[in-house]
């Protein structure tokens, strides 16, 4: 799905719920590149999503499905790549791990022998061997 898309499909998931999303140009000095601002908040007991015009759009995305992630969402229908999104922003959710760049060495999970104590074992390999 295009960034655009996915941008637009969080905003009529916001308005399904009752949350309006208003783009505005934030101050510069309150905002950056590395720390963009913005979010869930409530004007005149009104719930409100504020996202600055003026950062790049996956940091829009980021800050709509953020403060979407902080709302119940499971009444309403979502295609699941918009809650994967909303997901993947939630407070407690981890952080994937990033694909590991050619000719950099790979770090396998490592699993305990039973009872958690003792020797660390590699994980089981899925290929045979053959000596030559």
């Given at each position: 799905m295009e960034l655009s898309r996915l941008l637009d499909e969080l905003t009529q998931a916001a308005s399904r719920v009752?949350?309006?999303?208003?783009m505005e140009a934030f101050d510069p000095h309150?905002?950056?590149?590395?720390?963009?601002?913005?979010g869930l908040c409530?004007?005149?007991g009104k719930r409100l999503i504020l996202v600055d015009a003026n950062a790049s759009l996956p940091d829009r995305i980021a800050t709509i499905a953020?403060?979407?992630?902080?709302?119940?969402?499971?009444s309403v229908f979502?295609?699941?790549i918009v809650r994967a999104t909303i997901g993947a922003h939630a407070p407690g959710a981890r952080p994937r791990p990033r694909?590991?760049?050619?000719g950099e060495p790979v770090r396998l999970p490592v699993r305990r022998a039973k009872g958690g104590k003792g020797q660390r074992l590699l994980p089981?390999?899925?290929?045979?061997?053959r000596d030559a």
């Open positions: 009752g949350i309006a999303v208003r309150l905002s950056d590149a590395r720390n963009p601002r913005g409530t004007v005149l953020g403060a979407l992630a902080r709302v119940d969402m499971e979502l295609p699941p694909p590991a760049a050619p089981l390999a899925r290929t045979k061997w």
